[in-house]
């Protein structure tokens, strides 16, 4: 029997799709943002908003619109480890949200590697000169990595160096952490948001932002597995 897509739609928003509690340790996780489109009235051009992803590592995954502090708490009531490693990339609204999370000496924050790489190929220059900065940064040597920098005075350089002492905390010795099996960079959450992305971005979807939270959560539910069991 064929289902409509407008009732298929009404059966999704009937049910309580609740994230679940897990009962191993969570060692790591990973935050980072995704796009959904929502609908406007009629001949205005639609807008995209935000939306976060949290991947607790190996367990489970959440999605939030707008609803920061209901991650914060998720992640909260989860059984936290010590040392608790946190990823993610530059961006201020991560690290906000994971200065919520567990305490300030259960943390361990680590810059996304490939990020902060991603960042060190703006700068240019010889490829010498960016081999030799990758070098220190790989060791979490910061000030080796801006000594690198002495002797070109760029405002692309300025701003990597600016860059490189606001999350100088987060930029750890990468080759030591990935020799002990610790995650160095945030493909897990950014694996999630494009798998998230499968259903919320299918081709010309616009979502009533009202209802944006039960597809996020009814994804959620399907990437957790909670359809199988």
């Known amino acids: 029997m064929a289902v409509s897509h407008s009732t298929q739609q009404r059966l999704v928003h009937r049910q309580n799709f609740e994230l679940p509690q897990i009962e191993q340790p969570v060692e790591e996780l990973s935050v ?8 406007t009235p009629k001949g ?17 995954v959440g999605a939030f619109f707008h609803e920061n502090e209901s ?32 305490r300030d000496s259960q943390r361990c ?3 996304d590697w490939y990020h902060l790489i991603e960042n060190l190929g703006k700068v240019g220059g010889s490829q010498q000169r960016l081999d030799a900065v990758e070098a220190c940064l ?16 760029h405002q692309r350089v300025s701003n990597f160096i600016d860059y490189l002492n606001k ?39 616009q979502w009533d932002e009202s209802n944006v939270p039960q597809v996020l959560k009814h994804r ?10």
């Not at 790989?138 to 005075?153: E, S």
């Not at 002990?180 to 499968?198: D, F, M, N, P, Y």
């Open 167 to 205: 999350h100088r905390h987060r930029i750890v010795n990468y080759g030591y952490y990935q020799a002990e099996g610790i995650s160095i960079g945030s493909g897990a959450i950014e694996s999630t948001v494009k798998q998230l992305g499968r259903r919320i971005k299918i081709s010309g979807a």
């Open 138 to 153: 790989w060791k979490g040597d910061v000030d080796g990595a801006i000594k690198q920098f002495f002797d070109w005075q």
């Open 44 to 60: 205005e051009p639609c807008v995209w908003r935000d939306y976060k992803g949290v991947n607790l590592h190996e367990r489970v």
């Open 32 to 39: 980072d943002g995704g796009k959904v489109r929502l609908r």
């Open 71 to 102: 991650l914060v708490n998720w992640v909260n009531h989860q059984p936290l480890a010590t040392p608790l490693t946190c990823l993610g990339d530059g961006h201020d609204g991560i690290w906000n949200i994971f200065a919520e999370i567990g």
């Open 109 to 111: 924050e680590i810059l």
């Open 220 to 229: 959620c539910a399907y990437l957790n597995g909670q359809f199988s069991t």
